[in-house]
């Protein structure tokens, strides 16, 4: 299995997925024993790194029974929920198991919820029936490839009503908890698969009925996050804060992945097709107001009704308010053509909101299909020439390894090769701040009537600032000689999360410029913090932010053409040029510019010109360059 991590991109990536899973031992299975017929072998899909090979952490070799130990360690689980499991065919569903058996030996288990359906629809007896037979094809396709295999589970659950009687198939919302944490953590330490039937007992009239399977699905969240629902107990509050830090020191939910034939979440702004990355405390409003947008002309329908999964399902879950006035429903409803898929998009949206936000916040979502997620081993039919991978990539897997999605958010649109992935990653993410506001105040040159801002702004953490760029850069800044060059030039500056991540552009005069000659807009600083930099997606979520929000015309930069991070950077400009006797490699993303025009007049002229004349701010002439000079 040692070759599965040729999938990652970079070398970075498989020194991140060890150091998540060092004390992670999973066995594999004897080279010589495949599985063809499904078609999602991984033998020959991934070309092994020399470096990984040689770390001790996995073997290779005939599996044994792996001992409980009696302190076990920590265990990395993914919580995936199978919309209409009995709509996939017998091929499909053995890949889709044949992933998540190699997901438990790269360290990851996993539990299993199944969805057969809206209980509108059937009775709650035709639904527990339904669910227990697929329940039982799905552990036989697991068993399949041998051992630990899987477990059905039907009485995972417990709900509890304080007054009354409850109907046949209930709704709830903070009364549903995991009774017996054991009967999901005992297989979990052995390696086998929980496969979650959504049935609760009701412990008012003794009773097993069916449950939506969004509630089963935030009812184990709340359980492997500390957060038990269950009947209040007079305890102590020390007492109970131990028991949340035993829960999570003995769980990790890593991930909450959603199987849905209608795949990921849909995007006005890119051709319809599903969002390759959503930051939920930066995109959550803005995606709700321009899905909004769309639906202004038609308010006055019905909307549909409140799915479980959008409404208060913890003090600390936000409540959903996606279902307003009917206006998304609408609005996806003409990017799906099916009111039922959108339906089922705001469901899983809104169930993966509340799910992170109980999480922490290295825990993540993914959306994806049945089909894509048993996808493993095939090429793309498209093979016009562009930049992509040569092989369809398991999105689980390339996850897993990677904690990104299968393709960057920040690329540009016509750099994607074929069909794109019906996959959406989602992270509760982090907010960004620009400054100023491009929606309030578009960036432009300054002038009298329309000032720079300055770095002394109270909306600033000067201090802050200049730690991320030294920490990004390894280098010491000299601060008066940078705030002196650029005051007055900033056209403005991006920061994510808490100074995890900032840009700083200016606006630069060209070197041969006269009279009203048009000012250049330049990234001066690009800084990421090292602990941050090649996961969480923070370069991504400031180069998009930049390019979509604030200079939408184009940019230019330059970086030293030692830089590490310059191949980032080629993927995502539309143009480069290696600056003749000089160290400095010259980058845009405006279009039309060609590189090797001549003369004085031309745009690239000016950049060039730009690039050439910014004096550095260092204080020292060392450090380790991983940012834009």
């Given at each position: 299995m040692l070759n599965v991590l040729g999938s990652t991109a970079t070398k970075r990536d498989a020194r991140s997925y060890l150091s998540r899973f060092r004390s992670e031992k999973p066995k594999s299975r004897p080279r010589n024993e495949r599985h063809d017929d499904v078609g999602v072998n991984l033998g020959n899909l991934y070309l092994p790194i020399r470096a990984v090979e040689q770390n001790p952490v996995f073997r290779q070799g005939p599996g044994e029974t792996q001992a409980v130990s009696e302190n076990p360690e920590r265990l990395h689980t993914a919580l995936i929920k199978i919309r209409k499991p009995q709509a996939i065919d017998d091929s499909t569903l053995r890949g889709v198991c044949l992933t998540l058996v190699q997901l438990v030996r790269l360290g990851m288990s996993s539990v299993l919820v199944l969805d057969c359906g809206?209980?509108?629809?059937?009775?709650?007896?035709?639904?527990?029936?339904?669910?227990?037979?697929?329940?039982?094809?799905?552990?036989?396709?697991?068993?399949?490839?041998?051992?630990?295999?899987?477990?059905?589970?039907?009485?995972?659950?417990?709900t509890s009503f304080e007054v009354g009687s409850c109907p046949s198939s209930v709704k709830?919302?903070?009364?549903?908890?995991?009774?017996?944490?054991?009967?999901?953590?005992?297989?979990?330490?052995?390696?086998?698969?929980?496969?979650?039937?959504?049935?609760?007992?009701?412990?008012?009239?003794?009773?097993?009925?069916?449950?939506?399977?969004?509630?089963?699905?935030?009812?184990?969240?709340?359980?492997?996050?500390?957060?038990?629902?269950?009947?209040?107990?007079?305890?102590?509050?020390?007492?109970?804060?131990?028991?949340?830090?035993?829960?999570?020191?003995?769980?990790?939910?890593?991930r909450i992945i959603l199987l849905d034939p209608v795949g990921g979440i849909p995007s006005t702004d890119e051709q319809c097709q599903?969002?390759?990355?959503?930051?939920?405390?930066?995109?959550?409003?803005?995606?709700?107001?321009?899905?909004?947008?769309?639906?202004?002309?038609?308010?006055?329908?019905?909307?549909?009704?409140?799915?479980?999964?959008?409404?208060?399902?913890?003090?600390?879950?936000?409540?959903?308010?996606?279902?307003?006035?009917?206006?998304?429903?609408?609005?996806?409803?003409?990017?799906?053509?099916?009111?039922?898929?959108?339906?089922?998009?705001?469901?899983?949206?809104?169930?993966?909101?509340?799910?992170?936000?109980?999480?922490?916040?290295?825990s993540s979502g993914l959306v994806t299909t049945p089909e894509n997620a048993a996808n493993a081993n095939r090429r793309p039919v498209d093979s016009s020439p562009g930049v992509g991978t040569r092989r369809q990539r398991n999105p689980l897997i390339h996850n897993l390894l990677t904690d990104k999605p299968v393709s960057s958010s920040s690329l540009p649109s016509d750099r994607a090769k074929g069909s794109p992935s019906p996959t959406t990653f989602v992270k509760r993410g982090m907010p960004v701040s620009i400054i100023p506001d491009p929606h309030m105040h578009p960036w432009t040159p300054p002038s009298q009537s329309n000032p720079s801002i300055s770095l002394s702004d109270p909306r600033i953490d000067l201090p802050r600032l200049i730690h991320l760029i030294e920490d990004s850069f390894s280098r010491r800044l000299n601060v008066q000689h940078y705030l002196?060059?650029?005051?007055?030039?900033?056209?403005?500056?991006?920061?994510?999360?808490?100074?995890?991540?900032?840009?700083?552009?200016?606006?630069?005069?060209?070197?041969?410029?006269?009279?009203?000659?048009?000012?250049?807009?330049?990234?001066?600083?690009?800084?990421?913090?090292?602990?941050?930099q090649g996961s969480g997606g923070v370069a991504d979520i400031l180069f998009k932010a930049m390019v979509k929000d604030c200079l939408p015309s184009g940019v230019c930069w330059r970086s030293r053409r030692d830089n590490p991070a310059n191949k980032w950077y080629f993927e995502r400009a539309r143009g480069t040029w290696k600056l003749p006797r000089s160290s400095w490699t010259m980058f845009w993303t405006t279009e039309g510019v060609q590189a090797g025009q001549k003369g004085g007049e031309g745009l690239l002229s000016d950049y060039e010109s730009v690039c050439r004349g910014v004096v550095p701010s260092w204080a020292d002439a060392g450090g380790i360059r991983r940012g834009v000079d």
């Open positions: 809206n209980e509108e629809q059937r009775n709650g007896l035709d639904l527990r029936g339904l669910a227990r037979e697929q329940a039982d094809r799905i552990a036989a396709s697991i068993d399949h490839y041998g051992s630990p295999g899987a477990r059905c589970l039907d009485n995972a659950l417990t709830v919302q903070n009364d549903t908890y995991v009774s017996n944490r054991d009967l999901l953590l005992n297989p979990l330490r052995r390696g086998i698969i929980p496969v979650v039937v959504p049935t609760t007992f009701v412990r008012n009239d003794q009773r097993l009925v069916h449950m939506p399977a969004d509630e089963a699905i935030l009812a184990l969240t709340r359980e492997f996050a500390g957060v038990r629902a269950g009947p209040a107990e007079e305890t102590d509050a020390q007492e109970l804060a131990e028991k949340i830090q035993q829960t999570q020191k003995e769980v990790s939910l890593d599903p969002r390759v990355f959503i930051n939920l405390e930066q995109d959550y409003k803005s995606m709700r107001s321009e899905v909004l947008d769309v639906g202004d002309g038609d308010t006055q329908s019905d909307s549909p009704k409140a799915d479980p999964a959008s409404q208060d399902s913890t003090s600390k879950a936000p409540t959903s308010s996606f279902r307003e006035e009917g206006k998304y429903d609408k609005a996806i409803t003409s990017l799906t053509g099916s009111p039922a898929k959108t339906s089922h998009h705001l469901n899983n949206l809104a169930l993966l909101r509340n799910c992170l936000a109980m999480l922490p916040p290295s002196s060059r650029i005051e007055g030039r900033i056209a403005g500056i991006i920061i994510a999360g808490e100074y995890e991540g900032g840009a700083l552009l200016t606006w630069e005069s060209p070197s041969h410029a006269t009279g009203q000659w048009p000012l250049v807009p330049y990234l001066d600083k690009f800084a990421v913090l090292k602990r941050s």
